[in-house]
């Protein structure tokens, strides 16, 4: 393992942790829209992380030789959650159903989000996004500590 490997390492948990703030604040801006592009309302979207691997031949020899287990987190795609919408009567709203006898009249579709779930994960993404500060701040100290010595 590098001098700079463990750097690389917090700043991948860094970004990762980043766009998962992103995909939050996106969900709680969104949390009322009822008509989207589609027409439908919007959809709670998810983060799912996985782990980052050597890309290259040269990568994974280096891996071999040092090791090392693990090269940081990668985000791996952001999918769209498919809990069913939040029904809501609301007889006046503009996107209720106004349909005379359908059972449905009056009810309007609102997106799935939990503002309470989504509070909750922005909560988690930030102590992570710390944790990866504080883990990059000790690295560096490290590494200014092994210059100290050689002077």
Do not use: C, W
Request: aromatic share 6%; proline share 5%.
């Amino acid at each position: 393992m590098g001098i700079f490997d463990s750097l690389n390492i917090s700043a991948t948990g860094l970004t990762a942790e980043r766009l998962r703030l992103d995909v939050v604040a996106g969900n709680i801006a969104n949390a009322n829209t009822t008509r989207g592009v589609n027409g439908e309302p919007y959809r709670r979207q998810i983060v799912t992380f996985g782990e980052r691997t050597a890309s290259s031949f040269q990568n994974v020899l280096n891996q071999e030789l040092s090791q090392a287990s693990g090269q940081g987190v990668r985000v791996t795609s952001i999918v769209k959650d498919e809990t069913p919408f939040k029904l809501v009567y609301d007889p006046n709203h503009p996107d209720a159903v106004k349909i005379p006898g359908d059972p449905m009249y009056g009810y309007v579709r609102m997106p799935n989000v939990d503002i309470a779930r989504e509070m909750v994960d922005m909560i988690s993404a930030t102590r992570s996004y710390e944790a990866n500060v504080t883990a990059l701040n000790a690295s560096k100290a490290q590494a200014l500590k092994a210059l100290e010595i050689g002077k």
